[in-house]
């Protein structure tokens, strides 16, 4: 009789056990050990840059200025260039990289900086669609201007500070390089306002 009960409790133990135990899953992953064992598909696109058409349209009135196409923090520079044949439109091509799906333009006398999309390898833009109201010299308040130490157009953009505004007005007022000094001995440029922000403020003795 006690054969039978100690039997009955080692069985109903082993099934507790059994119970208990969860067979893992197979992994269903490729284990890769080296290049030779990846899996490329065919229409992979291994191209780091791309091409894109543009097509931008100038203000229809005022002297041609330079158009400038560059990433959204304007610190890489795409295109810098002038219409052909005296026409108002810009048409060329840049290479930009491919994870890049927007590009800042900027023009002389017109709102922005525009962003504009890049769409199945094309960026069109009429900037007549932006262009500034301008007023006559007569009209001109000069009460309105201000200027700021070296540290104040040195510093982060933040709020409405000095380092705002330069990054908010910076291509419009240069919408080339900046450039100081003499360009045929020493000059230094600078082709974005982060350029401004991160060398001022500048000091050391004359050079």
């Not at 001109?140 to 007005?169: I, V, Y």
């Not at 982060?194 to 403020?201: G, I, K």
């Amino acid at each position: 009789m006690k054969a039978i009960k100690l039997f009955f409790i080692l069985f109903i133990a082993t099934l507790a056990v059994s119970s208990c135990h969860k067979e893992e899953p197979t992994p269903t992953d490729t284990v890769i050990n080296s290049v030779n064992d990846l899996v490329v598909p065919a229409d992979f696109k291994w191209n780091t840059t791309q091409t894109i058409s543009v097509s931008v349209n100038l203000p229809v009135s005022g002297d041609i200025q330079p158009l400038i196409l560059t990433n959204r923090e304007g610190t890489v520079k795409y295109f810098r260039g002038y219409p052909e044949n005296d026409s108002r439109t810009v048409n060329t091509k840049i290479t930009i990289p491919t994870y890049v799906n927007e590009v800042r333009l900027t023009y002389s006398g017109v709102t922005g900086p525009n962003m504009v999309l890049v769409s199945n390898g094309t960026l069109t833009y009429d900037l007549n669609n932006t262009t500034k109201s301008v007023i006559s010299h007569d009209e001109c308040d000069l009460s309105g201007f201000k200027t700021f130490s070296k540290g104040g157009w040195g510093t982060e953009a933040s709020g409405n500070n000095p380092g705002s505004l330069r990054d908010q007005h910076f291509d419009q007022v240069y919408p080339g390089n900046f450039v100081v000094g003499d360009p045929a001995h020493y000059k230094i440029t600078f082709s974005g306002s982060v350029n401004v922000e991160n060398y001022l403020p500048g000091g050391g003795g004359p050079a």
